[in-house]
């Protein structure tokens, strides 16, 4: 038990040393950004976020029931005429 707990943390503790040395050796102590909208290969695809996705989605409903209320709204007033 007590050898399985030394080596987790021995492994933990390496993977952090990668980190850190990662974090101290690259532009501006950053890592690359692992968004979907960041990656050139997806927008290429047209592959989108999540949350973009949902956002047209959403856009494109109003504007569906925007017009079917422009709609009904002319028919509504043709019907009076």
Do not use: W, Y
Not at 8 to 18: G, K, Q, R, V, Y
Not at 48 to 67: A, I, P, S, W
């Amino acid at each position: 038990m007590m050898q399985t707990l030394l080596i987790s943390t021995l492994i933990i503790a390496i993977a952090m040393i990668f980190f850190l040395v990662r974090v101290l050796f690259t532009k501006q102590g950053e890592f690359k950004s692992q968004h979907i909208h960041d990656s050139e290969a997806m927008k290429e695809r047209g592959i989108h976020c999540v949350m973009d996705q949902d956002r047209e989605m959403r856009e494109r409903t109003l504007l569906t029931k925007k017009n079917r209320i422009t709609q009904n709204t002319r028919i509504t007033q043709n019907n009076k005429l």
